[in-house]
Structures are given as structure tokens and as C-alpha cells.
């Protein structure tokens, strides 16, 4: 079992910006498929940001195009999200996921990504106040 570590999230003000990180536990574990999701109190989980590893394709939630970046960095074997502008609504716990195996498309926010094809790291806390 692989596990996904994140860190980086934090209290901002709105306007602010965060780098969250995500690392696999196991040095040799690779994902072609990777991306982040969000559940913020009382709301379903939601994704954020999905990137192909392979050719670098992305995939953005509505709101957050243009403020949110999901960078990877293949040496590290790790990926970012890097969060500019953040308002209040961002406010939510964020967790790093991975594809095990691509059975599922990747640019997608499909349910198969709350199903034992993906990994899912503990999340870290991104909280903006305003």
C-alpha cells in the first residue's frame, strides 16, 4: 500500500496565495495520473486539478481556471498545487490522489475516482479568511 503525503496548506487571507505538496510514501511508486480534490464542511468532495503525467495534460475545475496550477516535478517524483487568489470558498481540507492502474480517464472528475482505482493521501487544511 502506497501511501500520499501532502503538506502545505495553511490560514490565509483571501487574495493569498499556498503551494500544497504531494509526495508518495514509496520512492519507486509512480502514478501517470494524478491530481487534487477538495471537501470543504458540509459539502460533497469535489476535484480540483488533474494532470496526465505523461504528456502534461491538465484539467481545472471551473472555479478555480486561472488561479489554481497543478505543476509536477518527474525528478522529485512529486506534484504541487500552486493556489493564487484565494477566496473564502476555497476554504477546505485537500487531498492529493493518485490513478492506480488507468482504467478511468484521467481528465475527469469521475465517481472512479472515490473508488479503489485511486489512492488517496490524509489531506491538509487550507482555510481563507477574509
Known amino acids: 500500500q502506497v501511501d500520499l503525503v501532502e503538506s502545505g496548506g495553511d490560514s490565509v487571507q483571501a487574495g493569498g496565495s499556498l503551494r500544497l505538496s504531494c509526495t508518495p510514501s514509496?520512492?519507486?511508486?509512480?502514478?501517470?495520473?494524478m491530481g487534487w480534490f477538495r471537501q470543504a464542511p458540509g459539502k460533497e468532495r469535489e476535484g480540483v486539478a488533474t494532470i496526465y503525467r505523461t504528456k502534461g495534460n491538465t484539467v481545472y475545475a471551473d472555479s478555480v481556471k486561472g488561479r489554481f496550477t497543478i505543476i509536477q516535478d518527474n525528478a522529485k517524483n512529486m506534484i504541487y498545487l500552486q493556489m493564487n487568489n484565494l477566496k473564502p470558498d476555497d476554504t477546505a481540507m485537500y487531498y492529493c490522489?493518485?490513478?492506480?492502474?488507468?482504467?478511468?480517464?484521467?481528465?475527469?472528475?469521475?465517481?472512479?475516482?472515490?473508488?479503489?482505482?485511486?489512492?488517496w493521501g490524509q489531506g491538509t487544511q487550507v482555510t481563507v479568511t477574509s
Open positions: 514509496g520512492s519507486s511508486y509512480s502514478s501517470d495520473c
Open positions: 490522489v493518485a490513478r492506480r492502474k488507468p482504467d478511468f480517464p484521467c481528465l475527469y472528475f469521475s465517481p472512479s475516482w472515490s473508488s479503489s482505482s485511486a489512492t
